[in-house]
């Protein structure tokens, strides 16, 4: 026969053991994710915030930019700007800063997944992209000051951009001069209009 004197002592300290067990737990979690939040950059908060997300973004020239995010790729991000036709293009490297909102902010600590392609798809792919369209584009410098025309081709690590006239097509006598502009300049890309681009 058992001796019952015992059990409210056992009870307790398996009581014990347990909330001893789950603080721990707690503490590993809590560790783990901190260490995880610690090794996002800003591209995967901007990846796993999402398509349409609203974002302020501060450049690096000074400028300020509100955006719906459309796409990011491996070193650049896509939105429509509020009241601008057309998409811009950051280079993330020329991002000072951003303010996401609330929801949007808690969303970009979370878990992600992307489309490893475009993972891939550098600031270069969507500058060959404009030029195969020979697309009129606005850049905007990392030093102030913008450019604009027509990309003509882009290179591993810079643009030429054949100067002309608005509205004038890229090509002989129109073309004032063409400027080369390395990819480490550049802050930003606007477009004149959204298919300029494809899918992005």
């Given at each position: 026969?058992?001796?019952?004197?015992?059990?409210?002592?056992?009870?307790?300290?398996?009581?014990?053991?347990?909330?001893?067990?789950?603080?721990?737990?707690?503490?590993?979690?809590?560790?783990?994710?901190?260490?995880?939040?610690?090794?996002?950059?800003?591209?995967?908060?901007?990846?796993?915030?999402?398509?349409?997300?609203?974002?302020?973004?501060?450049?690096?020239?000074?400028?300020?930019?509100?955006?719906?995010?459309?796409?990011?790729?491996?070193?650049?991000?896509?939105?429509?700007?509020?009241?601008?036709?057309?998409?811009?293009?950051?280079?993330?490297?020329?991002?000072?800063?951003?303010?996401?909102?609330?929801?949007?902010?808690?969303?970009?600590?979370?878990?992600?997944?992307?489309?490893?392609?475009?993972?891939?798809?550098g600031i270069g792919f969507v500058l060959?992209?404009?030029?195969?369209?020979?697309?009129?584009?606005?850049?905007?410098?990392?030093?102030?000051?913008?450019?604009?025309?027509?990309?003509?081709?882009?290179?591993?690590?810079?643009?030429?951009?054949?100067?002309?006239?608005?509205?004038?097509?890229?090509?002989?006598?129109?073309?004032?001069?063409?400027?080369?502009?390395?990819?480490?300049?550049?802050?930003?890309?606007?477009?004149?209009?959204?298919?300029?681009?494809g899918t992005l």
């Amino acid at each position: 026969m058992s001796d019952t004197r015992w059990d409210p002592l056992f009870e307790d300290l398996e009581q014990q053991f347990t909330a001893e067990r789950e603080a721990r737990h707690g503490q590993l979690s809590a560790e783990t994710e901190r260490v995880r939040v610690s090794r996002l950059s800003l591209r995967d908060r901007l990846v796993a915030v999402g398509s349409g997300a609203r974002v302020v973004v501060d450049d690096c020239a000074g400028g300020t930019h509100r955006l719906s995010v459309e796409a990011v790729g491996a070193d650049w991000m896509a939105g429509a700007e509020e009241g601008v036709p057309g998409l811009l293009v950051l280079r993330l490297g020329a991002i000072d800063g951003l303010v996401f909102e609330a929801d949007d902010r808690r969303r970009s600590l979370g878990e992600h997944t992307e489309d490893p392609l475009r993972a891939r798809m550098g600031i270069g792919f969507v500058l060959r992209a404009l030029a195969r369209r020979r697309a009129a584009v606005t850049l905007g410098l990392l030093r102030g000051g913008r450019v604009a025309g027509t990309p003509t081709c882009a290179g591993a690590d810079h643009v030429d951009i054949a100067i002309h006239d608005a509205g004038a097509a890229p090509r002989g006598s129109d073309v004032d001069r063409v400027r080369t502009i390395t990819f480490g300049a550049i802050s930003w890309v606007r477009t004149t209009s959204r298919r300029d681009v494809g899918t992005l």
